[in-house]
């Protein structure tokens, strides 16, 4: 019975999982020069390859599962790992030149009985005509053009070009319009902000800089367990269901969740500690908890992510009742999770010193993830992607800047981008206004649209200004302490590296080791013949390996001192002094 309904929890995972592993079908994004909307480029021998045929009608998957459907045709300029397609296409897969997406045959698209479009309001603005007659039937006439829910796709009369929206098709998600479908166009144009701001929340892993190794991890966690359930079947492991995101503020936890949750396609619950407090009379807290998770349940697949979680898991908070009653409920509903049920539970802390330790035990958030600060690659990364849609001046050096912003986090990058922009804003409409002044002086008409404007991109001086204001939102003293937690918690329960079973050779190298129970400093090298002392044994957890030598004694022993615990000195597998106090 068991193997009979593993490959059933497999599709069911996979419907929000996107799988990674490289397959023919995956192709890299490249700019095409043709600029039909329904149409994207392969080379033969790729077509022949997939068993395409030109005019076949294919299904592209792009990033976080967006979908679209086009019509391919064979072009003998593009190389066998690359696929063609222009800037609407490539929009509505939301990727851009150099992404992977996939492609396969689309056998079961059939004509349409009916679409329904819109048009996006500032494209129509000024049009009287009929947008039916003029743009649509056009572009639809006898070009038995494929559409899909959710795309949009432009269209060109004269020198106006305008953009419409799929709102709905039958049959649904897709068909493909023929002579005899019938095309609606009713309704209020669909404003660009809401376009644009639907856009935002799709937020994937590309829209995060940096924190590569991060979002492998994540991955991993996620993904694993999906793609390969025999694997944790064979050796007897139960996956993890939840994650602790934890470290200084501003660096991006909560984002991730999001981009987790985009990025394999499943629903996304957020859950803030202060909404659980509010909730705290008497019986109502429970209540809530269970229907938290049972909502969670229902929109399986589904991210059930807890912000700001120190603020209810707290650790001796017991003699509070209600945030006890609050915590002991997250710890049922967390315990009744089952793989089956396709729920993650994510949490966010920028205290993880003072979460419970139960809510951290197996089963539960048994996953810690530290966010650090970003290190000059990733502040690279996350500028880009700040101004990714902004004008930048060549003379603004992105590597200079990522040098500059030592120890700063994302939030406080993306203030220095915002007033940087701002700046920019300021001084764009300053001009404006003056050369308003200057013609409506001269008894000039107002200027045109077209006119040159005064400030095109944003220059150095731009950020110049924008870092008189910049701060650092985490001091290095709270660096250090996020550092620190983050070796307590990643290894609490830890023992010791060098360890090796009998008969197995073993050796560390000189340098200290800092442990929950004391900091123990080696030099020279330590064999597996010299027996340790039992206070070196029972310490608990390890926390860090460095290089260092008896000079450095001072510097571990402030180290030692800012933690509170104590100094163990061993010179070749001999205990050469124990400090208790310091």
Request: charged share 25%; proline share 5%.
């Given at each position: 019975m068991?193997?009979?309904?593993?490959?059933?929890?497999?599709?069911?995972?996979?419907?929000?999982?996107?799988?990674?592993?490289?397959?023919?079908?995956?192709?890299?994004v490249d700019d095409s020069t043709n600029d039909d909307n329904s149409v994207v480029a392969l080379s033969q021998q790729k077509m022949d390859e997939l068993q395409l045929f030109r005019g076949d009608t294919v299904l592209l998957e792009g990033k976080k599962r967006r979908e679209t459907i086009c019509i391919v045709l064979a072009d003998d300029n593009c190389s066998n790992e690359r696929i063609l397609m222009n800037r609407v296409v490539r929009n509505n897969?939301?990727?851009?030149?150099?992404?992977?997406?996939?492609?396969?045959?689309?056998?079961?698209?059939?004509?349409?009985?009916?679409?329904?479009?819109?048009?996006?309001?500032?494209?129509?603005?000024?049009?009287?005509?009929?947008?039916?007659?003029?743009?649509?039937?056009?572009?639809?006439?006898?070009?038995?053009?494929?559409?899909?829910?959710?795309?949009t796709f432009i269209t060109r009369a004269g020198m106006r070009a305008v953009e419409f929206k799929v709102i709905e098709t039958d049959p649904s998600p897709y068909c493909i319009v023929a002579p005899g479908t019938v095309i609606r166009c009713e309704g209020n144009p669909i404003k660009r902000t809401e376009e644009e701001n639907a856009s935002l929340n799709e937020i994937g892993f590309d829209d995060i800089g940096g924190l590569e190794s991060v979002k492998r991890e994540l991955q991993e966690l996620i993904q694993y367990p999906v793609e390969h359930p025999e694997k944790f079947f064979k050796f007897g492991m139960r996956p993890s269901r939840g994650i602790l995101l934890y470290g200084p503020?501003?660096?991006?936890?909560?984002?991730?969740?999001?981009?987790?949750?985009?990025?394999?396609?499943?629903?996304?619950?957020?859950?803030?500690?202060?909404?659980?407090?509010?909730?705290?009379?008497?019986?109502?807290?429970?209540?809530?908890?269970?229907?938290?998770?049972?909502?969670?349940?229902?929109?399986?697949p589904c991210i059930l992510f807890f912000d700001d979680l120190d603020s209810i898991a707290r650790s001796g908070s017991a003699s509070d009742s209600a945030t006890n009653r609050v915590i002991n409920q997250i710890l049922t509903e967390m315990d009744d999770m089952n793989a089956e049920q396709n729920v993650f539970i994510i949490g966010a802390s920028n205290?993880?010193?003072?979460?419970?330790?139960?809510?951290?035990?197996?089963?539960?958030?048994?996953?810690?993830?530290y966010i650090p600060l970003p290190d000059e690659n990733s502040r690279m990364g996350i500028l880009k992607v700040a101004l990714r849609k902004s004008p930048v001046a060549r003379d603004v050096y992105m590597n200079s800047l990522a040098r500059i912003t030592q120890g700063f986090s994302s939030a406080d990058l993306i203030e220095i981008c915002q007033r940087a922009c701002k700046s920019a804003i300021r001084e764009s409409i300053a001009k404006d206004s003056h050369r308003e002044k200057q013609q409506l002086w001269r008894r000039q008409t107002v200027m045109h649209s077209d006119e040159l404007d005064p400030v095109p991109e944003i220059r150095h001086d731009h950020f110049e200004e924008a870092f008189k204001f910049a701060r650092r939102s985490v001091s290095d003293n709270d660096l250090r302490k996020y550092q620190m937690f983050s070796q307590t918690l990643q290894q609490p329960?830890?023992?010791d590296s060098s360890f090796r079973f009998p008969g197995q050779q073993q050796s560390l190298q000189g340098g200290?080791?800092?442990?929950?129970?004391?900091?123990?400093?080696?030099?020279?090298?330590?064999?597996?013949?010299?027996?340790?002392?039992?206070?070196?044994?029972?310490?608990?957890?390890?926390?860090?390996?460095?290089?260092?030598?008896?000079?450095?004694?001072?510097?571990?022993?402030?180290?030692?001192?800012?933690?509170?615990?104590?100094?163990?000195?061993?010179y070749y597998g001999t205990m050469l002094a124990y400090s208790s106090m310091l």
């Open positions: 068991a193997k009979s309904a593993d490959p059933i929890k497999k599709d069911k995972f996979a419907t929000a999982i996107l799988n990674r592993k490289k397959r023919p079908n995956r192709l890299l897969l939301r990727v851009r030149s150099g992404d992977i997406v996939s492609i396969q045959a689309c056998s079961d698209a059939k004509y349409g009985k009916r679409i329904q479009v819109l048009p996006i309001d500032n494209t129509v603005e000024g049009i009287t005509h009929n947008l039916f007659e003029v743009y649509l039937k056009p572009y639809f006439l006898e070009a038995y053009r494929a559409v899909h829910e959710g795309d503020p501003g660096c991006g936890k909560t984002l991730l969740a999001k981009a987790i949750a985009n990025e394999y396609q499943a629903n996304f619950i957020s859950v803030k500690g202060p909404r659980l407090l509010t909730m705290l009379m008497s019986g109502e807290s429970e209540t809530n908890v269970r229907d938290i998770f049972d909502e969670a349940r229902q929109a399986a205290r993880p010193d003072i979460i419970d330790p139960a809510i951290l035990r197996s089963g539960r958030l048994d996953q810690l993830i329960r830890g023992f200290y080791r800092i442990f929950s129970g004391g900091i123990g400093i080696y030099q020279g090298s330590i064999k597996s013949k010299h027996t340790y002392t039992k206070e070196f044994l029972v310490a608990d957890g390890q926390m860090n390996i460095l290089p260092t030598a008896m000079s450095l004694m001072a510097s571990i022993t402030s180290v030692a001192s800012l933690l509170g615990v104590p100094v163990q000195i061993y």
